[in-house]
Nanobody, 123 residues
């Protein structure tokens, strides 16, 4: 059974930092492209970042570029999202996603999703 489990969300003041983690089980993690998405109330889901398998190529949305960093630890089946200089507009439910195909994940159609972790940034 495949499980994608996020952790690390919470409440933080603007300008602060949070680190999200996502652990995958039931799949060969090293074969996976991993991504982070977010959805705020009343808004469409937004792709935040992706990191490829093997080479670790990354993608970031313009809204987070320079503030967020994604990394992976294949030995621990874990991907991270380090979020710095947080803004109130970063408030959203953050979802981890996994897929063997970069394009499928990059364009928002990954096969595997986590349940989400809430990030709230106060002004």
């Amino acid at each position: 059974q495949v499980q994608v489990v996020e952790s690390g969300g919470g409440l933080v003041q603007a300008g602060g930092s949070l680190r999200l983690s996502c652990t995958v089980s039931g799949l060969t993690f090293a074969d996976l492209t991993m991504g982070w998405f977010r959805q705020a109330p009343g808004k469409e889901r937004e792709g935040v970042s992706c990191i490829s398998r093997r080479s670790g190529t990354t993608y970031y949305s313009d809204s987070v570029k320079g503030r967020f960093t994604t990394s992976r630890e294949d030995a621990n089946n874990t991907v991270f999202l380090q979020m710095n200089s947080l803004k109130p507009e970063d408030t959203a439910m953050y979802y981890c996603a996994a897929d063997r195909d970069w394009d499928r994940l990059r364009y928002g159609r990954p096969w595997y999703w986590g349940q989400g972790t809430q990030v709230t940034v106060s002004s």
